[in-house]
């Protein structure tokens, strides 16, 4: 009994499984909707902080070691503190159409611009 019970589930969670192989996983929805922005501002809010060592880095590809600390330091302390305001935004007024649900700050998510 076990066995068939074992069996029945693998091959439920098989056939349930089966439409996302078909599913193109590595683009982003193309429609902007509520749900979208309730998930970008908890994203701004939990994950804000990669903006800090993302801009030191930047800087410091772009402009050297001494840009890095302070530029990109100053940059990301910016950055982190506005994407933290701009996604308890997002998250307080994610049912309401402002701006077509489109994102305030570019990259749209923190992670997007991440260069390691």
Same mark, same amino acid.
């Given at each position: 009994?076990? &066995?068939?019970?074992?069996?029945? @589930?693998?091959?439920?969670?098989?056939?349930?499984?089966?439409?996302?192989?078909? +599913?193109?996983?590595?683009?982003?929805?193309?429609? =902007? !909707?509520?749900?979208?922005? @309730?998930?970008?501002?908890?994203? !701004?809010?939990?994950?804000? +902080? /990669?903006?800090?060592?993302?801009? &030191?880095?930047? #800087?410091? +590809?772009? =402009?050297?070691?001494? +840009?890095?600390?302070?530029?990109?330091?100053?940059?990301?302390?910016?950055?982190?503190?506005?994407?933290? #305001? &701009?996604? /308890?935004?997002? &998250?307080?007024?994610?049912?309401?159409?402002?701006?077509?649900?489109?994102? /305030?700050?570019?990259?749209?998510?923190? !992670?997007?611009?991440?260069?390691?």
């Amino acid at each position: 009994m076990k &066995i068939k019970l074992c069996l029945s @589930l693998t091959a439920l969670v098989f056939l349930l499984s089966l439409p996302t192989l078909a +599913a193109d996983t590595d683009q982003p929805p193309s429609g =902007h !909707n509520a749900l979208r922005k @309730l998930g970008r501002g908890c994203a !701004n809010v939990l994950f804000g +902080a /990669v903006e800090l060592p993302n801009q &030191i880095t930047k #800087a410091n +590809a772009e =402009h050297g070691g001494a +840009a890095g600390f302070t530029y990109g330091l100053g940059k990301g302390l910016v950055r982190w503190l506005a994407r933290e #305001a &701009i996604g /308890v935004y997002e &998250i307080l007024t994610f049912p309401l159409p402002v701006r077509g649900y489109k994102p /305030v700050m570019k990259p749209e998510f923190p !992670n997007e611009d991440y260069e390691p």
